[in-house]
């Protein structure tokens, strides 16, 4: 026989005996769908993408002549990288801050990339 008491039970076992990282990005997944936005494991090259996440690394890359600022988003499942071609630094966009995004997703070396994607700094929970 199953009780509302056994759902608690296992969510509050998973708590104790998992690893931070893997409850941290679990909660992160579970945000990111409240939001309605899709999640990164899901999107595919060519698709119109709406990803919440958090905000793992910022940073400038000077490639040639144009500069390019660039951050890794991390939404519980995968990684996505950002970047806005010609910026050397967009106020709010730093490590920890957790923002929503638009775009068209592509992909580069192998990663999901999001090229001068439009976004939303999210206020902290």
């Avoid at 940073?59 to 519980?76: K, N």
């Avoid at 996505?80 to 801050?97: A, D, K, N, S, Y």
Wanted: charged share 30%; net charge negative; with cysteine.
């Amino acid at each position: 026989m199953v009780t509302k008491g056994d759902g608690y039970f296992k969510r509050l076992v998973r708590k104790l005996t998992s690893d931070v990282d893997e409850l941290d990005a679990d909660d992160l997944s579970e945000q990111s769908q409240a939001e309605g936005a899709q999640r990164a494991c899901d999107c595919a090259c060519g698709d119109e993408v709406t990803v919440l996440g958090r905000l793992r690394t910022v940073e400038l890359r000077p490639r040639e002549a144009a500069a390019s600022l660039e951050a890794e988003l991390f939404d519980g499942t995968e990684g996505v990288t950002l970047v806005w071609l010609g910026r050397r630094r967009i106020p709010g966009i730093e490590p920890g801050r957790t923002i929503k995004v638009q775009g068209r997703l592509a992909v580069r070396d192998g990663r999901k990339v999001l090229y001068n994607p439009y976004y939303e700094l999210q206020m902290a929970t």
